[in-house]
DNA sequence: TTCCGACAGTGGGGTCGCAAT
DNA sequence: ATTGCGACCCCACTATCGGAA
């Protein structure tokens, strides 16, 4: 199951919310034997987590199938040094029935009772009704967002919008200071590169290479062939084959969803131009 | 008719392992 | 030993098409 993004913010009886885990989804079936973890491209876990896959073959109920993120202790996805605990927060299976079709919130309730909740293994928290208050308070708390399910939906493995995402979002204005060439049937260019002053020198940000349709690539490219120039305006920009620089006059609004710990957007996306703005004064702007 | 869901194809950061240099 | 590359993990977005609404 997969959660569709969405601008909407709500507060409803007949939904439950979650908070928006980073980590890594798995789901762990056991039937009789040792405990599989796969990712969602159903390959196995085990050897990455073997504390949670000991965990797992040490519950007492021999055959479930649940559903959950695998999460490092810091919460933040980058950080790959551990501790990692699975948080669960649906049930596939239990003792060989099929449940999927029950409403979530009994799947929730046989999921309480399924497994024993010490750690590294943690079920997954919920709260009814109030999205909007728990989207604040994940937004504070420099969570992701928060997952909103319908509270009688069925598991399915499609997208649903019985389950949808709200977003914590950044976004700020960027400095253009090159283009990356396009591939296959992409036009213009394949990704910009961004930056923000830090005092007088412009830092490298990283590329945005996706937000614009086909008239936004054209008209874009048209602005960028006028300033090429042959050296980075980056201070710190690494160093790239099939790379045009260009002068740092042209101001992107850039969506994204943190800044790593490199300095660099993490899931950026193009916004539009900021025709307003003078670059000069394009900082990062730190969270609230 | 319009809208939505699914798919393919483009682009990003980060990590890991393996092959080429 | 270093570098490059693909295959994974996380993703956002555009364009397209067929079926549902």
Avoid at 32 to 42: F, H, I, P, Q
Wanted: hydrophobic share 35%; net charge negative; glycine share 10%.
């Amino acid at each position: 199951m997969k959660a569709v993004l969405t601008d909407e913010r709500f507060s409803d009886p007949e939904w439950i919310f979650e908070r928006k885990l980073d980590g890594i989804r798995c789901v762990a079936i056991r039937d009789g034997g040792a405990t599989r973890m796969l990712s969602r491209n159903d390959l196995s876990l085990n050897g990455r987590y073997p504390l949670i896959a000991d965990a797992l073959d040490g519950q007492s109920r021999g055959r479930f199938a649940v559903d959950g993120e695998v999460v490092s202790a810091s919460g933040k996805f980058q950080d790959h040094s551990g501790p990692f605990y699975f948080y669960v927060f649906d049930v596939q299976w239990l003792d060989g029935e099929d449940v999927r079709g029950l409403p979530l919130r009994e799947r929730k309730a046989l999921l309480r009772d399924a497994l024993r909740w010490d750690d590294p293994l943690r079920l997954t928290e919920y709260r009814n009704e109030a999205g909007e208050a728990m989207f604040a308070e994940a937004c504070s708390s420099g969570w992701e967002g928060v997952i909103a399910k319908r509270a009688d939906s069925v598991y399915t493995d499609k997208r649903s919008r019985d389950w949808l995402k709200f977003k914590c979002e950044h976004g700020q204005e960027m400095v253009v200071g090159g283009f990356t060439p396009p591939k296959g049937s992409r036009v213009e260019f394949g990704a910009l590169l961004v930056g923000v002053y830090e005092g007088s020198k412009l830092h490298y940000a990283g590329k945005v290479g996706t937000g614009f349709d086909r008239a936004e690539l054209e008209r874009l490219a048209g602005l960028m062939r006028p300033l090429e120039r042959s050296d980075a305006p980056f201070y710190d920009a690494p160093r790239f084959r099939d790379v045009t620089w260009i002068e740092p006059s042209l101001v992107a609004q850039c969506g994204f969803a943190e800044w790593t710990n490199d300095g660099r957007l993490r899931h950026p996306r193009y916004l539009g131009l900021r025709e307003d703005k003078d670059p000069l004064k394009v900082v990062r702007e730190e969270a609230p």
